[in-house]
Each structure stands twice: as C-alpha cells, then as structure tokens.
C-alpha cells in the first residue's frame, strides 16, 4: 500500500518591507548635499561629511535620497568619492547656477569684456587638462599659471591670424562683434601687463582678467594656489577635472585644443603646427563652469 504524499507550492518568501524614509534620513541627505556645495571642504578633515559619504556608498537607498535630493536642488552628482566628496555642479535652471554675464559683470559692464573673461576661462580649462587621456586620469593634476594662460591665449591670436590670412579673409573686424576671432584679436590688443601706480594688475589686462578667473576657480574649489610666480600658479582638484569632463565636449574648447597650442607641466605654453580641422563656432559667453 503505497503512501498518499500531498504536494504543495513552497511558500513564497515575504516580500521585502520598504524601509520608510524618515524625516532623519532626508535631513542627513541635504546635509550630505550641503557638504557637496562646500567645494573646498575635505570629507578627510571631517568626520560627519566622511560618515555620510560612506553611508551613501554603502547604503543604495540613502544615495537614491540623496540624489533626490539634489535633483530637486538642480543640482547633478558628477561623483561621490573620497577623493571628491559629493561633487555637484547647478543644472542651468539651479538657483546655484553662476552665469557667465554675472560674474563678468561684477568687474566690468561692456560686453566684449565679458566674452575675454569667458575665454580667460577656456583656456584655463584647456591649458590644465589639454589631452583627453589628462582628463580621463583621476590621478592627473594639471598646473596653469596666470602669465601662461595669457601666453596661451596669445599664441592662439596668432595662429588664428595666421589661418585667416591663409583663407584671404578680414583680419581686422570690428570690436564689438565678438565673433572667436575677434574676439582673441581683442585680447591680443589689449595690455597684458598694465599696472596701477601701486603695481596691482588692471582689471582690465589681459593678465587681470585671467587674474579674476583663477580667484574664482580657487574660491569654488576648484583650483589650488601653488606660488607667486609667473603671476601666481595653481594646481587641480578633483572637482575641477570633474567640472572640464563635464564640459570637455563643447564646440568651444575642442576650437581651442584644435589649434594645437600643448601647454607643459610648469604652465608656460608652446606651438606646435596644428592638423587640418573643421572650423567650430564659440558661443556668445561661452567658459567654463559657466552657463551661457
């Protein structure tokens, strides 16, 4: 007599319990934002910031919060790191957003000004990260100096000189049309070393506004004042080679990198012939960590 066995499906296993967020949960997540838009704080130098950072590698529901979070603000997470904190930078509606016209503003009015300062930072950008294997490496820190900028920017002038006289084309537009080579023409007409009595820069040199644009880099983190020399040197943080990353595919710094103007390590600059390339167009207030 053989045994009746009743068979019956396993029991399913309990679905998973939502966690619910808490108002702690959204309150540590806006701080971790918050340290995010400290840009010069070190999560190494700070015990909260480096707890919440673990916490958010850790802990996928708290990062999707914290994302949300930022998110709403605007904001995107280029990266959460170590290394970089919680790196964001303002979406273009963000109230965090910086646009090129307001900084440019809170030195001078006129609006081909404006433009040089935009390109003050594109040739920074470029000159601190010009290969795309630099900006791949997270280990790579690139080192501009303000007097080599300026060189760099110079050099340009001549080589987009030289490539308007090879096409037969105007080598002297108006001023006010701050086309790319007008607007590199103007800066080569400007003074690059012009001084107060007291021996401050001008606002208004070449030197001045490439002067303004590391200030700027270096009070948003982005930047590392190095020495004096060569009108002050800097090195890049992780957050600036995140910044340029972000923004490397842009019409007006492959333009730049394309005129084939390799800066070297010490921040100086040299030409080097250029490949034939597609001419681009540089937006009106085009720069970097700008919107335009």
Same mark, same amino acid.
């Given at each position: *007599? ?51 950072? !673990? ?71 470029? *000159? ?29 002038? !001549? !080589? ?84 340029? !990353?972000? *923004? ?45």
């Amino acid at each position: *007599m053989s045994e009746h066995v009743e068979w019956s499906e396993p029991e399913a296993a309990p679905a998973p319990v939502a966690t619910a967020v808490t108002p702690a949960d959204a309150a540590d997540a806006a701080r971790l934002v918050a340290f995010g838009l400290q840009p010069k704080l070190q999560p190494a130098r700070d015990q909260e910031y480096g707890d919440l950072l !673990r916490r958010y590698r850790e802990d996928p529901a708290f990062a999707r919060l914290a994302d949300a979070v930022a998110t709403g603000l605007g904001l995107v997470v280029l990266e959460v790191s170590p290394r970089a904190g919680m790196a964001v930078t303002a979406a273009e509606d963000s109230v965090f957003a910086v646009r090129m016209g307001d900084y440019a503003r809170r030195t001078s009015a006129d609006s081909v000004d404006r433009f040089l300062h935009g390109l003050a930072h594109l040739a920074v950008a470029a *000159m601190a990260f010009p290969r795309p294997e630099d900006l791949a490496d997270d280990g790579y820190i690139g080192r501009v100096s303000v007097n080599g900028v300026d060189s760099f920017v110079r050099q340009a002038c !001549r !080589r987009l000189e030289e490539r308007a006289e090879e096409q037969g084309e105007n080598t002297d537009p108006a001023t006010d049309a701050p086309g790319l080579e007008a607007a590199w023409r103007i800066w080569a007409r400007r003074s690059s070393t012009g001084a107060t009595k007291d021996a401050r820069r001008l606002a208004g040199s070449t030197t001045g506004i490439v002067g303004k644009a590391v200030g700027f880099l270096t009070d948003s983190g982005f930047l590392q004042r190095t020495g004096d020399d060569n009108g002050g040197t800097y090195r890049t943080t992780a957050r600036y080679q995140l910044q340029v !990353r972000d *923004m490397a595919g842009s019409a007006a710094m492959a333009e730049l990198l394309d005129l084939g103007i390799v800066p070297v390590t010490d921040g100086t600059a040299s030409l080097l012939p250029p490949d034939d390339t597609d001419d681009l167009e540089l937006v009106a207030d085009a720069g970097l960590p700008f919107h335009s």
